[in-house]
């Protein structure tokens, strides 16, 4: 079958102008490096995703699922198949207590967003980059809380595109891992239950963590956040500052001057740039700790 073919198919379904060829996904990452999709699908509505998602599965095309590109890097030569993004399925309800929260909404709107209700439980997600669907794959979490804390259930396609719904048990979630990642699944959407709280306090809450951020991390420049776990036992930015690595890098790719967690794209990098560069950190590292350095990040795609 040929990529004509594909853009053919899936345009029973979604609106040609959301069907895009040989599309840079650098625009769609915050790394802003890397190559092309050979098809990217922006579907408007659920419906639209279970259709893209099971006609990738019949037809056996790979489908790779992007969030918010806030924990992705691309490699240079692009990723082959169907690159499927929520970014259109942004809806917010906030009812009472529960908040319902479609796959592409970014966490970080939605924690305003019950904040401004006085609702209390999202401010740990004030400044995570990522959509719902990311962080519920991730179990996004920052400064003690985590996404495991507040949701109730999670809406996901399976591979095959069938539509099911998860508990939060059954969501299996662990420090940066899900049910979701594991299997394959597709965030359509997830509901969160939170507690009605103090405005003051909140807000107090959401300075104090935004200043936190702003003054620890190279929010200045293009980067995948802190590229690794927390190995058991250490801090990796303390490790790699320890291993003398900050300012040290690959072509245009660097292990921040402020944060060496994280490694920027300082200038025009390249994704061999910067995955040479987190191969150089862990190598480093292990020679100097003999820790292994295991990645957050998660890189896709063709060189
Ligand atoms: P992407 O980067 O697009 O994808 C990440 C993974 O999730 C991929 O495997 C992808 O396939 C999968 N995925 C995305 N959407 C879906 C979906 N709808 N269904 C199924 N799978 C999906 N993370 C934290 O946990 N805490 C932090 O404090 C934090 N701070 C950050 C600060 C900066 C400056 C940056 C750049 C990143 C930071 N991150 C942090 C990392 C990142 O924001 C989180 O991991 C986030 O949850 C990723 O969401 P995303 O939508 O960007 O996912």
């Given at each position: 079958?040929?990529l004509?073919?594909w ?25 802003k ?8 699908v ?11 998602v ?13 969030g918010n590109?806030s ?13 499927i993004?929520?970014?259109?399925l ?14 592409g909404a970014l ?16 401010e ?10 990311g962080?519920m ?7 003690g809380?985590?996404?495991?804390d507040?949701?109730t259930?999670c ?14 048990e059954?969501l299996e979630?662990?420090?940066r891992k ?5 299997k394959?699944?597709?965030?359509l ?11 003051q306090?909140?807000?107090?809450k ?8 702003e003054s ?16 058991p036992g ?6 790699i500052?320890?291993s003398?690595?900050q300012?040290?890098g690959?072509?245009?790719?660097e ?5 060496a ?5 300082k200038?025009n990098?390249s994704?061999?740039?910067y995955i ?17 350095l295991e990645m957050?990040?998660?890189?896709v795609g063709e060189d």
């Open positions: 079958m040929t004509k073919q853009e053919l198919d899936l345009a029973q379904w979604v609106q040609p102008h959301n069907i895009r060829r040989n599309e840079s996904l650098k625009k769609y990452t915050m790394t490096l890397g190559g092309k999709a050979d098809l990217f922006l579907p408007a509505t659920e419906e639209q995703a279970a259709a893209v099971k006609y990738a599965y019949e037809h056996k095309i790979p489908l790779l699922m992007l590109g924990n992705m890097v691309v490699r240079d030569g692009g990723i082959r198949g169907i690159v993004h929520f970014a259109l942004n809806e917010v309800r906030i009812e009472g207590n529960h908040v319902f929260v479609q796959s966490i970080k709107e939605v924690s305003k967003m019950v904040a401004a209700q006085s609702l209390t439980g999202f740990f997600a004030c400044g995570i980059p990522g959509s719902i669907g962080a794959a991730m179990n996004a979490g920052a400064y809380g985590e996404v495991k507040i949701v259930s809406t996901v396609l399976t591979p095959e595109g069938e539509q099911i719904v998860l508990t939060n059954q979630l662990t420090y899900s049910i979701i990642a594991k394959g699944y597709y965030v959407s997830a509901t969160f239950q939170l507690t009605s709280g103090d405005q306090e909140i807000d107090a959401i300075a104090d963590l935004t200043h936190q951020r620890k991390q190279p929010l200045e420049y293009p980067s995948a956040g802190s590229v690794f776990k927390r190995p250490y801090f990796a930015g303390k490790l500052q320890d003398d690595l300012g040290k690959v072509g245009g790719a292990v921040s001057t402020k944060h967690g994280f490694i920027v794209n200038d990098a994704a061999t740039d040479e560069t987190i191969k150089m950190v862990q190598k480093v590292v292990k020679e100097k700790f003999n820790v292994d957050e990040v998660k890189i």
